[in-house]
């Protein structure tokens, strides 16, 4: 009996413990995100989790072999540095960002690792829960709702004359609101700079929008501002 006392005092048993859970845990974020083909799957979340409960865990034993090191030093540089992994799954998609959920994801796994190196194992393991539930279900308590976004674009015109309600026309087309709209002289000779700003579905496929307005006569330039 006193082996095994022995045993679990031990801090190499711990730190097994934990990088078992961390690895657990982080990989039920990572296989939830794989099973909808994002860019960061199990494999990465898996990694993360794992490596975050390793710092954790250096940090603490530098903390016990050192006279009282601070523990959290190491911990806070990698919160700092996960960014640059978040920053990898973002995607730009045309007009459209897409990854944002899955780098936010990369940093809640994060978090958890270090909660689990830590040994606050109730808050690893509730917050494993509420980020699944987050990844899996929300869709289904807003899935009903109505939800629009905001785009701001800025058109170079030949000519305006006549070029309004052709845009008109195209955004009826896809029944989106204008919400502002400016038109200034441009720095050319007779161009026209117009500012555009409506409001759309998210389900309306906003490149066949722009495409259309771009191919109009005299629309020399299009970008998102």
Request: hydrophobic residues 45%.
């Amino acid at each position: 009996m006193s082996f095994f006392t022995t045993l679990f005092d031990q801090f190499w048993f711990e730190a097994i413990v934990r990088l078992i859970l961390g690895f657990v845990l982080a990989g039920i974020i990572g296989a939830e995100r794989q099973s909808v083909n994002k860019p960061a799957g199990f494999k990465t979340h898996a990694l993360i989790g794992v490596s975050s409960v390793l710092i954790m865990l250096c940090g603490e034993y530098i903390s016990t072999n050192s006279d009282g090191a601070d523990a959290s030093r190491i911990p806070a540089q990698l919160l700092s540095g996960i960014g640059f992994i978040g920053a990898g799954t973002i995607l730009r998609d045309g007009f459209n960002v897409k990854g944002l959920t899955t780098a936010a994801s990369l940093l809640a796994v994060t978090c958890i690792g270090l909660s689990i190196g830590a040994g606050f194992y109730l808050g690893g393991f509730i917050t494993t829960f509420i980020v699944y539930i987050i990844l899996s279900y929300t869709h289904v308590m807003f899935g009903s709702l109505d939800n629009f976004n905001n785009l701001k674009l800025h058109v170079t015109l030949k000519e305006a004359e006549g070029v309004m309600p052709h845009i008109q026309s195209i955004l009826d087309n896809y029944d989106i609101s204008i919400k502002k709209i400016k038109l200034e002289k441009s720095n050319e000779q007779k161009e026209k700079d117009l500012e555009l700003v409506f409001r759309y579905h998210k389900d309306t496929n906003i490149n066949s929008v722009l495409t259309e307005i771009s191919e109009l006569d005299n629309v020399i330039d299009l970008e998102e501002a």
